[in-house]
């Protein structure tokens, strides 16, 4: 029978942030035994069947354009043997009676489509744009936002706690929000847990 010694680290929750730290932990020669209660891991991060149609429960990442906050860790896990990705022009239409709205991957596309609806408010497009000013995600970012500003990012639960020994991963620590937020969240987290040697020398952190 395994006891606590037979590990490093044991993660509570297969989400994608305690994937993305687990995973980090192993590729630098920890053992680490991570612990879900579902009988599948990825948390949100899944897809379903109902009949005969799959559901995919998330749709979109950003942060994979090369040498991006996403890409660096993916690579650094050699995950892209494994993983497929499809480039997407837009992660949402928005629909009004009176119109539809893109909302474009690019932020200036989308700004310029806001302003076309909205030309008298042009300049707060500028100004107020966007969850990147709130999250500081600046390859997106756009689930799990549903908190305050004052919540978002620094406002975030730290990854390392008072208690010692004990971290906290995922979406509501910090930087936090969507797989984006959550991924880097897990880089925290891992190079909280390691004394920031992920960070010296692999270049892993694009902000921080
Ligand atoms: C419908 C929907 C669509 C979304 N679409 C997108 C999208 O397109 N793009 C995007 O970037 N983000 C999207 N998100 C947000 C994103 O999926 C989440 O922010 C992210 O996956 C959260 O990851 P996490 O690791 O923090 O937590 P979770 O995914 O919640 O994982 C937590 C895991 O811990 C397990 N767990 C909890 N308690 C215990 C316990 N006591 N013992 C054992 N296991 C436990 C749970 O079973 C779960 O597997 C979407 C979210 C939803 C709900």
Same mark, same amino acid.
């Given at each position: ?13 297969? $989400?994608?942030? $305690? ?14 035994? +991570? ?11 899944? @897809?379903? *069947? ?27 896990? /050699? ?13 949402? +239409? ?27 408010? @042009?300049?707060?497009?500028? *100004? ?7 999250? $500081? ?26 208690? /010692? ?18 991924? *880097? ?9 390691? /004394? ?6 692999? /270049? ?5």
């Amino acid at each position: 029978m395994a006891s606590k010694s037979d590990y490093d680290a044991i993660i509570v929750g297969a $989400g994608i942030g $305690g994937l993305t730290t687990g995973c980090l932990l192993a590729k630098t020669g920890h053992r680490v035994l +991570i612990l879900e209660q579902h009988f599948k891991v990825g948390g949100f991060v899944t @897809s379903y *069947q109902r009949k005969h149609y799959p559901m995919d429960v998330v749709h979109a990442i950003g942060g994979l354009s090369k040498g991006a906050a996403i890409d660096r860790i993916f690579s650094f896990l /050699n995950l892209y043997d494994r993983l497929c990705f499809n480039e997407i022009e837009k992660v949402f +239409i928005y629909r009004f009676p009176e119109c539809n709205i893109d909302c474009y991957t690019s932020i200036t596309r989308y700004q310029d489509e806001l302003k076309r609806h909205f030309p008298d408010q @042009s300049s707060s497009v500028e *100004q107020i744009f966007t969850d990147e000013r709130y999250t $500081g995600t600046t390859e997106g970012g756009w689930y799990d936002i549903d908190c305050s500003p004052r919540q978002a990012n620094l406002g975030r639960i730290r990854n390392k706690t008072p208690i /010692n020994g004990l971290y906290l991963t995922g979406a509501k620590t910090y930087p936090g929000s969507g797989m984006f937020g959550s991924i *880097q969240a897990g880089l925290f987290t891992a190079d909280s847990i390691l /004394n920031g040697c992920l960070t010296r020398g692999r /270049n892993l952190l694009v902000y921080g």
